[in-house]
């Protein structure tokens, strides 16, 4: 199979990928497929095992499988037996000189992703731990499968980072026979002609240049495409590899990995004659230009071995990581997954009974254990930590009072509806106070149904007085319900802070302000994170002032649309989500 006249065919990559890891699955570390579970899947992963070593094992980590388990530790049946520690080898270790599959990668843990960068980097597991030591061999390559939408956060970026290959799988496996793959044979020789295939400093050089026209801050994913252009030379029996190996490696390697994509001149014309040799002034410009010329040959080959929605996909794909992602998650005792387990007292948390009998197990020649029974002591017991994750509540808190309250709450109502629209996929929420006159009401509580925050919003009133304290103390008060139910709260008040109604009911902007400025504190000591946006036709001292009170930020958007508080708001609510 030729890689460099190779039709952009959905399954051309994907075959190629899987030939590329069976030739040199060290060093290339594994492949991150982005593919749901079918026959699709299947096919690819059937392949992949059939162009492997002889007897290279393959072994499948089911998602929340226990540290022990995958790194080694306590043999607790054996060590019951014998009175002492006895160690067990963990899966890592079992696949050594094979490949370890990850299904649901993306909701890997990060007690699993330390174990698979661990033996990714040192080629064994290392276990020191309750009273055993333990170091086994666990020279792995890894096939890290996302099953995810496109927009949640995949692969953990530290994994991806030494996993050179990425790939994503068509949703089904026609035109799976039309695209030759490679026969085991041919991958068995092109693992012996490995070690002599030879990669020039002017491929090595165009491969760095190429990550660095991408946006590629990794060191590793330039020397990947150099180990994936030597392992493509030795499958295609050449000695050396060539400007069309880089093209097939930076297709694999480089552009899934890209931040920004450079725009692709077409090929010129082929010229009557050839162009004069540069005389020695003009050496240093000439060799630029060559190596520009390399550039421009490898990244167009590159982009005809994808498809044109596969480059499209690409194209989208780097927009978002240029964005950037978070996805916030909560540690707790009673919900969620289980991710580890700590000492702690049962009476507080759930127990963890493995953890705790493991725990006890080395010490029972020690404590005199006679016949069966077991003897733990306090010190003994491990509780459950367990991971969820969080969503985001932001809350409106509008200020519905004075001639310009229609023109705010137009502005809050937009805002609320675009933040709607995203937020089922975010698992967020948004909720609305609107104050005015002498009280705060809960106009919209936290809800993901767009219809129900527009049919709530349509006959909200608007004028009288500005309770902003009441507000706030309303706000603050709904922050604590929010967090106690898991969501990271986040205050967004549409204000121009000019308070004149006190927590007692009493007018008078001195007293009412003072109050305002205590609830702003109370606000920043609670740490819920606070946007202020100021309303007034200029930037306000007032708003400022309540904002630094509040631990928060001031936004002076007098002229603000429903576009720009939500672009506003939705920044805050990222970083809640991640501190939460």
């Given at each position: 199979?030729?890689?460099?006249?190779?039709?952009?065919?959905?399954?051309?990559?994907?075959?190629?990928?899987?030939?590329?890891?069976?030739?040199?699955?060290?060093?290339?570390?594994?492949?991150?497929?982005?593919?749901?579970?079918?026959?699709?899947?299947?096919?690819?992963?059937?392949?992949?095992?059939?162009?492997?070593?002889?007897?290279?094992?393959?072994?499948?980590?089911?998602?929340?499988?226990?540290?022990?388990?995958?790194a080694g530790g306590l043999d607790l049946a054996a060590t019951l037996a014998a009175g002492r520690p006895v160690a067990e080898r963990g899966i890592l270790s079992a696949a050594d000189g094979g490949v370890v599959i990850v299904p649901s990668a993306e909701r890997m843990e990060a007690a699993m992703s330390g174990h698979l960068l661990a033996a990714l980097d040192e080629g064994e597991c290392v276990v020191e731990r309750d009273?055993?030591?333990?170091?086994?061999?666990?020279?792995?390559?890894?096939?890290?499968?996302?099953?995810?939408?496109?927009?949640?956060?995949?692969?953990?970026?530290?994994?991806?980072?030494?996993?050179?290959?990425?790939?994503?799988?068509?949703?089904?496996?026609?035109?799976?026979?039309?695209?030759?793959?490679?026969?085991?044979?041919?991958?068995?020789?092109?693992?012996?002609?490995?070690?002599?295939?030879?990669?020039?400093?002017?491929?090595?050089?165009?491969?760095?240049?190429?990550?660095?026209?991408?946006?590629?801050?990794?060191?590793?994913?330039?020397?990947?495409?150099?180990?994936?252009?030597?392992?493509?030379?030795?499958?295609?029996?050449?000695?050396?590899?060539?400007?069309?190996?880089?093209?097939?490696?930076?297709?694999?390697?480089?552009?899934?990995?890209?931040?920004?994509?450079?725009?692709?001149?077409?090929?010129?014309?082929?010229?009557?004659?050839?162009?004069?040799?540069?005389?020695?002034?003009?050496?240093?410009?000439?060799?630029?230009?060559?190596?520009?010329?390399?550039?421009?040959?490898?990244?167009?080959?590159?982009?005809?071995?994808?498809?044109?929605?596969?480059?499209?996909?690409?194209?989208?794909?780097?927009?978002?990581?240029?964005?950037?992602?978070?996805?916030?998650?909560?540690?707790?005792?009673?919900?969620?997954?289980?991710?580890?387990?700590?000492?702690?007292?049962?009476?507080?948390?759930?127990?963890?009974?493995?953890?705790?009998?493991?725990?006890?197990?080395?010490?029972?020649?020690?404590?005199?254990?006679?016949?069966?029974?077991?003897?733990?002591?306090?010190?003994?017991?491990?509780?459950?930590?367990?991971?969820?994750?969080?969503?985001?509540?932001?809350?409106?808190?509008?200020?519905?009072?004075?001639?310009?309250?229609?023109?705010?709450?137009?502005?809050?109502?937009?805002?609320?509806?675009?933040?709607?629209?995203?937020?089922?996929?975010?698992?967020?929420?948004?909720?609305?106070?609107?104050?005015?006159?002498?009280?705060?009401?809960?106009?919209?509580?936290?809800?993901?149904?767009?219809?129900?925050?527009?049919?709530?919003?349509?006959?909200?009133?608007?004028?009288?007085?500005?309770?902003?304290?009441?507000?706030?103390?309303?706000?603050?008060?709904?922050?604590?319900?929010?967090?106690?139910?898991?969501?990271?709260?986040?205050?967004?008040?549409?204000?121009?802070?000019?308070?004149?109604?006190?927590?007692?009911?009493?007018?008078?902007?001195?007293?009412?302000?003072?109050?305002?400025?205590?609830?702003?504190?109370?606000?920043?000591?609670?740490?819920?994170?606070?946007?202020?946006?100021?309303?007034?036709?200029?930037?306000?001292?007032?708003?400022?002032?309540?904002?630094?009170?509040?631990?928060?930020?001031?936004?002076?958007?007098?002229?603000?649309?429903?576009?720009?508080?939500?672009?506003?708001?939705?920044?805050?609510?990222?970083?809640?989500?991640?501190?939460?």
């Open positions: 199979m030729s890689t460099a006249a190779a039709p952009p065919s959905a399954w051309s990559l994907p075959r190629l990928a899987a030939a590329l890891l069976a030739v040199d699955p060290r060093g290339l570390g594994g492949v991150a497929v982005r593919a749901p579970a079918g026959p699709a899947r299947d096919a690819w992963l059937g392949e992949l095992a059939a162009l492997l070593p002889p007897h290279a094992p393959v072994r499948r980590v089911p998602p929340g499988t226990a540290g022990e388990r995958l009273g055993i030591s333990l170091r086994a061999a666990a020279r792995i390559a890894v096939v890290a499968l996302d099953e995810g939408e496109p927009d949640e956060g995949g692969v953990p970026l530290a994994l991806a980072d030494r996993l050179a290959l990425h790939l994503s799988l068509p949703p089904s496996p026609r035109g799976w026979d039309d695209e030759p793959g490679f026969a085991p044979t041919d991958v068995a020789r092109a693992r012996d002609r490995l070690a002599s295939a030879v990669v020039t400093e002017e491929i090595a050089a165009a491969a760095c240049r190429l990550a660095a026209s991408f946006g590629i801050d990794s060191l590793r994913a330039p020397l990947f495409a150099v180990r994936a252009a030597r392992a493509l030379a030795a499958l295609a029996g050449e000695a050396e590899a060539t400007a069309d190996h880089l093209a097939a490696a930076a297709a694999l390697v480089l552009l899934p990995r890209a931040i920004v994509l450079p725009e692709m001149e077409p090929e010129p014309e082929g010229e009557d004659e050839p162009p004069p040799p540069p005389d020695a002034a003009d050496q240093a410009e000439g060799e630029s230009t060559s190596s520009d010329r390399l550039d421009d040959i490898v990244l167009q080959a590159a982009a005809a071995l994808l498809p044109p929605d596969v480059l499209a996909a690409l194209r989208s794909g780097a927009a978002a990581r240029a964005a950037g992602r978070s996805d916030g998650r909560a540690r707790s005792s009673t919900h969620g997954r289980r991710i580890a387990a700590r000492a702690g007292d049962p009476r507080r948390a759930r127990m963890d009974v493995l953890a705790t009998v493991r725990a006890a197990a080395p010490w029972q020649r020690l404590r005199g254990r006679c016949g069966a029974r077991l003897r733990v002591r306090a010190g003994d017991f491990r509780v459950q930590v367990r991971e969820r994750k969080t969503g985001t509540t932001v809350i409106f808190v509008v200020d519905a009072s004075g001639s310009s309250a229609a023109h705010r709450l137009a502005e809050a109502k937009g805002a609320v509806e675009l933040l709607l629209a995203e937020s089922y996929a975010r698992r967020d929420r948004v909720a609305l106070i609107a104050f005015r006159r002498a009280e705060a009401e809960l106009v919209l509580p936290p809800t993901r149904s767009l219809a129900r925050a527009r049919r709530l919003l349509a006959g909200l009133p608007g004028g009288g007085a500005t309770p902003l304290a009441t507000a706030a103390d309303a706000a603050l008060a709904l922050a604590g319900t929010v967090r106690r139910g898991g969501s990271a709260p986040v205050l967004v008040f549409l204000t121009d802070a000019r308070a004149n109604v006190a927590r007692c009911g009493a007018t008078g902007r001195p007293a009412a302000e003072a109050d305002a400025l205590h609830a702003a504190r109370r606000i920043r000591a609670d740490g819920v994170s606070t946007l202020v946006i100021d309303t007034s036709p200029r930037p306000s001292p007032l708003a400022a002032a309540f904002a630094a009170q509040a631990g928060g930020r001031v936004l002076p958007l007098p002229f603000a649309d429903a576009r720009a508080v939500g672009s506003a708001v939705r920044g805050l609510a990222i970083g809640a989500k991640a501190a939460a």
